[in-house]
């Protein structure tokens, strides 16, 4: 099978490279932006461009894979690219002002846009944005206070999986990696991330409502607490934390794991391999990922970066992406040009119903997200040093 390249998107190095990097709380910064664009002009012939491995692909590393050239041929804009592996990773190299756009997770675009570092959008401007789903506009991770800072481009769960011939009966709940992690003890799977404490926040809104849990990035210090003891918990059952998905895939494969958090590229992966592997949403709902492709308020070629906002959310190039990739893409137009013409279904692509059971990676700020104003939620700095604490 054609391998997508969010199975190859992360160095071996990114588990340490994520932990090692500063984690900066999301009022870390100068404060927001205002400096919106009113009107296009010429573009400025180069963009830089910062993004996960797989979305900026210029034919080098796969011939069949080449949407680059394209923009390059429509706009004049020549195209210069970064990839990276981690969220602190593209926070870190995004402010120091050498990129004119990032495609940024749930867990980066907050601390982007509360520390001045990436633009508002106007999107009057982009031709292609009114046709994006509308269930990612407008969300907290992409637009603050009713102000809009990027174009929503691919979207995913984190799934839970698991080997049919070792976990049964088949789960259903995220239960199988928190209270039952002990019948499989050293054979359990995470994702290497201080967002997974949100995994746990929201397992504990389902079965502990007496903590009054609304948002599992949005946790006071109680909540905060409970959630990271219930990591602790589950610590001695955890064989690999994950952040590269080929890695983990690979720990499926030998039996090394054996339920755990997954990308559905991971199980279409597996599989692929002859794995006996399925994947399930489970009952409580999952975390997710929603990227947002920005533009930096340093920029000195804004023309040109909005140029690639518009081009990579139009359905030819958002079908490639998504595809290569390995996610949904945010143009439903995209759908009907995909090489696999089952790949919109694979990934939920459209089904409001199902992305409604996705809680997308946000950045924990101190200002609660669920609108509660009469206590102090716990920021992601802090998220970052449990984390620490919890993988010992």
Same mark, same amino acid.
């Given at each position: ?46 963009? /830089? ?59 980066? /675009? ?179 990922? /929603? ?5 930096? /308020? ?70 609660? #997200? ?17 984390? #620490?604490?919890?993988?010992?």
């Amino acid at each position: 099978m054609k391998f997508s390249k969010r199975a190859l998107a992360v160095a071996s190095a990114a588990a340490a490279l994520a932990m090692t990097v500063a984690a900066c709380g999301a009022d870390g910064g100068s404060g927001r932006s205002t400096d919106k664009m009113t009107a296009l002009g010429d573009g400025e012939g180069k963009v /830089s461009i910062l993004a996960w491995p797989g979305y900026v692909e210029d034919g080098s590393n796969d011939p069949n894979a080449n949407w680059v050239k394209p923009f390059e041929e429509q706009t004049g804009c020549m195209v210069e690219f970064k990839p990276f592996g981690t969220s602190d990773e593209a926070l870190t190299l995004m402010r120091s002002g050498q990129y004119d756009v990032v495609s940024a997770s749930g867990d980066a /675009s907050l601390r982007l846009i509360e520390g001045g570092d990436v633009s508002p959008i106007n999107t009057d401007l982009l031709t292609n944005y009114k046709d994006v789903f509308p269930f990612l506009k407008n969300k907290p991770w992409n637009t603050v206070d009713g102000v809009n800072y990027g174009v929503p481009h691919g979207w995913g769960a984190n799934l839970l999986m698991y080997r049919t011939d070792i976990v049964q009966p088949a789960p259903t709940s995220w239960k199988a990696v928190f209270e039952d992690a002990p019948k499989h003890k050293g054979k359990v799977t995470a994702y290497d991330s201080p967002i997974y404490i949100a995994d746990a926040a929201m397992y504990l809104m389902a079965h502990k409502p007496e903590l009054g849990i609304k948002n599992p990035y949005a946790l006071d210090q109680t909540q905060f607490d409970a959630a990271v003891a219930l990591l602790k918990e589950q610590r001695p059952n955890v064989g690999e934390y994950w952040s590269d998905i080929t890695k983990s895939v690979q720990a499926f494969g030998n039996g090394s794991s054996v339920v755990g958090t997954t990308w559905q590229v991971g199980a279409n992966i597996a599989k692929g391999n002859n794995t006996p592997v399925e994947t399930v949403l489970p009952s409580e709902g999952a975390t997710g990922w /929603s990227d947002t492709w920005m533009v930096s /308020s340093k920029s000195e070629r804004k023309n040109c970066a909005y140029k690639w906002l518009d081009y990579i959310v139009s359905p030819k190039a958002n079908a490639q992406v998504a595809e290569y990739f390995g996610e949904s893409p945010a143009n439903p137009k995209a759908c009907e040009l995909t090489t696999d013409k089952k790949h919109c279904d694979t990934y939920h692509s459209g089904d409001a119903d199902y992305a409604s059971k996705i809680w997308y990676w946000t950045t924990p700020v101190a200002a609660c #997200l669920d609108g509660r104003t009469d206590v102090k939620c716990i920021d992601y700095s802090e998220w970052t040093k449990a984390w #620490l604490e919890i993988k010992g």
